[in-house]
């Protein structure tokens, strides 16, 4: 460590880059995926219909409605959330049951034909999809969720670290937006990871800041078990950040007392609201006489106040009650949907995924700078550096084994047995195996030669994912392109890019390995 600001910061981000370095790749490279969450779920799913002129609200509610009637008549809950966003591509109805006699309830979900309202759950593939690869980045998946969540804390702690001491350390950081010299080895290393670093600059930032606010009461609960001493009023004061206003007092009424027809009260909402406006419904206590219906508008803001219109659900009279947010409510909400990209439309989603793909790649360069430097510094007769050794098969195993590893996830997707039990959760196993037989040939084989070879691989697992798609299902990229269904076709587009840039990647492993076995020994002295 130097004696001076610059020279103490540089240490300080060095060492913290390099021992938080993969995982925050990792954590990086899932999140940015989860910006593609229900894009993912679409096209793992390529049995759900595609996107189309929906029917009217009405009818659709009405036969959502009639699904629920049939199939959960005394359930607690009923939910319908109708299609028309990226979020929900197909009619659903769900509903939760009531408590048993050991107090356990059970949660089930159906996608409905919009023709007919007839299930098409059952033709629909089990998968983890987009929300499992976003889990991921968050909670770390086999690892209980408080100690993913503390973990992952901890590595955006080091991250705002590393960004912050950065920041010190490049004193030309308008200059730095304008360098790069390529084919100067280690220097080009270092410009590539300072100009990733200064383009999305205010991005990394808030993008790491905002994460650790969000579980800021998992990293300081004190002050919440000092306000909220009951475990349960801590629990929603985290899950909700509001209060219900006084409504009209209502008694508990389990007497059996019809449902009114849900479509008069949509259209009641479309006519305040607009054609196409109700998102999502919510039926408390179906079939009794104190029964609550809450029609949701359709909003990108998933703020605890979304409006939403109240009825009784016995006699259709409307509630005037509503949701008041606190500022702290408020407040969260605004962080969440800065964080997630929820409020994003498709160019604000399309610099989202750019920003983290930058944030990925700088991750990856400055693991790549560690280790190009310490070789530099070292005579060709040294003895093997166990260190560099270490970290140079750490870099080629996460750096290009994780991408290997989602490919396979995606492969798995489409190869696995349609009613394959725990199938799922095998997709994930396999993502998990294939990032490991990564790290065995990057332990196994030289240095040079893994890199190109498990580049190469990564180019063939992402390049010719768009073909099995198309051997497999007819969600392939020509009908996407079709019926212009933009969202398939640009996952199987950016599929083919993520396979050519691992190809372009395994040729300059390849021209830089000759390159150095044509130099003469007394040059590498």
């Known amino acids: 460590m130097g004696t001076g600001l610059r020279q103490s910061m540089a240490w300080l981000h060095r060492w913290v880059g390099l021992l938080f370095g993969w995982l925050l790749f990792f954590i990086f490279l899932t999140g940015t995926l989860g910006f593609l969450d229900s894009e993912i779920d679409r096209w793992m799913r390529p049995e759900l219909p595609a996107p ?60 409905l034909s919009s023709g007919t309202g007839e299930p098409i759950t059952d033709a629909i593939r089990e998968t983890g999809g ?31 670290v590393a960004l912050l001491s950065g920041t010190v350390i490049h004193r030309k950081i308008f200059a730095d937006f304008f360098t790069f010299r390529p084919g100067k080895g280690q220097r080009s290393w270092l410009d590539g990871h300072t100009l990733l670093a200064v383009t999305s600059l205010p991005f990394h930032l808030m993008i790491t800041w905002s994460g650790l606010i969000m579980y800021l009461f998992l990293y300081m609960p004190l002050p919440l078990a000092t306000l909220y001493p009951d475990p349960t009023a801590r629990d929603r004061a985290v899950a909700e950040g509001s209060r219900l206003a006084p ?67 016995a006699s259709g009279r409307p509630i005037l009650a509503l949701e008041q947010p606190t500022a702290p409510g408020r407040f969260r909400t605004a962080i969440l949907n800065l964080h997630e990209g929820i409020f994003a439309g498709p160019i604000l989603r399309f610099l989202y995924i750019g920003a983290g793909l930058a944030g990925t790649a700088m991750i990856g360069t400055g693991l790549i700078l560690w280790t190009e430097k310490r070789r530099a510094r070292r ?10 050794a270490l970290v140079d098969t750490l870099n080629l195993g996460t750096i290009v084994g994780l991408p290997v590893g989602i490919a396979a996830y995606f492969w798995a997707n489409r190869l696995l047995p349609a009613g394959m039990e725990g199938r799922a959760a095998w997709e994930v196993h396999i993502l998990f195996l294939a990032w490991g037989l990564a790290y065995i040939l990057a332990i196994w084989r030289q240095r040079a030669r893994a890199w190109r070879e498990l580049c190469w691989f990564a180019a063939a697992a992402w390049g010719l994912l768009p073909a099995l798609n198309a051997i497999n299902t007819d969600r392939h990229l020509g009908h996407s392109l079709a019926v212009g269904d933009w969202a398939l076709a640009a996952l199987d587009l950016g599929m083919l890019a993520v396979g050519l840039f691992f190809a372009f990647l395994a040729r300059q492993a390849a021209v830089k390995s000759r390159a150095v076995s044509a130099e003469p020994v007394e040059a590498l002295a």
Not at 76 to 94: H, N, Q, V, Y
Not at 130 to 137: I, K, S, V
Not at 138 to 144: K, T
Not at 301 to 313: N, Q
């Open 379 to 388: 005579a060709s007769a040294a003895p093997p550096d166990r260190g560099l």
């Open 130 to 160: 987009g929300q499992t690869l976003y889990a991921m980045h968050y909670a770390l998946h086999y690892m209980p969720r408080e100690a993913g969540l503390a973990i992952t804390g901890a590595a955006a702690m080091a991250m705002l």
């Open 52 to 111: 189309t002129a929906w029917p009217p609200a009405t009818r659709l509610v009405t036969l959502a409605e009639a699904r629920l009637r049939d199939k959960a008549p005394t359930a607690e809950s009923w939910f319908i959330r109708l299609p028309g966003d990226r979020e929900t591509p197909a009619l659903m109805a769900s509903w939760r049951t009531r408590p048993d006699q050991n107090g356990k309830q059970a949660f089930k979900d159906e996608a």
């Open 247 to 313: 409504e009209e007092p209502v008694a508990v009424n389990a007497a059996p007392a019809p449902l009114v027809p849900l479509a008069p009260l949509v259209a009641r909402a479309e006519a305040r609201w607009g054609a196409g406006s109700i998102g999502f419904i919510r039926v408390e206590d179906p079939g009794r006489a104190d029964a609550r219906i809450a029609l949701h508008k359709r909003t990108t803001d998933y703020a605890e106040d979304v409006p939403a219109l109240r009825f009784e659900g």
